[in-house]
């Protein structure tokens, strides 16, 4: 089924390691999106892309780092991470920016211990 | 400063009656405004949306009703289904390349049988 897959589903870190979340889309959209979303803040942008090759910082961008060598995968990665990053992190691709929304992944959820 | 707003943390409503979730901005810029489904450990869903030079749009049981002046959009569902318990978050777009969907922080609706 078309759509946008996250691996991995879990992780549980301990503080200072690192990894990289990776997210994959089949339906050929330009832009991809990183959210983080937490108790009581609802979904705050962490980075996003507008194209291949391109990043560009969200709301929230510090700890992290992105790349999107290719145009349908988007990773995410934490080089060392603290316990303030746990959190579900979801990935979403679309058209544009604009109208048509976006279709989100199922989430990852990371535990920093 | 939080520029989509969602000051209802919690709605319920027993089935058959109207579910009415609110949604305040303060950028008068935005250019378009949805609403996504988010059920637990799955990704937020697309549920509609509707541009700024539009007071309402319907959707089957959902109807999203915006108002420029005040600032402020609703989504109602009728009638409300025990299915339709799930949070809800509203974003809302510049309309503009290279931006991204600005999301408030939820409201959790729970429709009783």
């Known amino acids: 089924n078309a759509g946008v897959t996250q691996t991995p589903k879990f992780r549980v870190l301990k503080t200072g390691q690192s990894m990289t979340l990776l997210c994959a889309q089949d339906?050929?959209?330009?832009?991809m999106y990183w959210y983080r979303q937490d108790p009581g803040m609802g979904l705050r942008l962490i980075h996003y892309?507008?194209?291949?090759?391109?990043?560009a910082k969200g709301e929230v961008p510090d700890g992290y780092n992105v790349s999107r060598l290719k145009k349908q995968n988007f990773l995410l990665g934490l080089e060392s991470a603290a316990p303030s990053q746990t959190s579900v992190y979801f990935c979403?691709?679309?058209?544009?920016?604009?109208?048509?929304?976006?279709?989100f992944g199922s989430g990852t959820r990371l535990t920093v211990v | 400063d939080q520029q989509v707003k969602q000051n209802s943390p919690s709605l319920s409503v027993q089935e058959g009656r109207i579910s009415i979730l609110n949604c305040d901005y303060t950028?008068?810029?935005?250019?378009?405004f949805l609403w996504y489904k988010k059920y637990p450990a799955e990704g937020p869903t697309f549920l509609i949306s509707?541009?700024?030079?539009?007071d309402k749009n319907e959707d089957g049981r959902f109807t999203v009703f915006l108002n420029k002046s005040a600032k402020h959009l609703s989504l109602h569902i009728v009638p409300s289904q025990p299915g339709d318990s799930a949070v809800y978050f509203c974003?809302?777009?510049?309309?503009?390349?290279?931006?991204?969907?600005?999301f408030g922080k939820g409201t959790t609706l729970s429709v009783s049988s």
């Open positions: 979403a691709s679309s058209w544009d920016s604009s109208f048509y929304g976006y279709t």
């Open positions: 339906m050929n959209h330009e832009y």
């Open positions: 892309s507008v194209g291949e090759g391109t990043t």
């Open positions: 950028n008068s810029m935005f250019d378009y």
């Open positions: 509707i541009s700024s030079i539009k």
């Open positions: 974003a809302a777009s510049l309309g503009q390349a290279g931006t991204a969907l600005i």
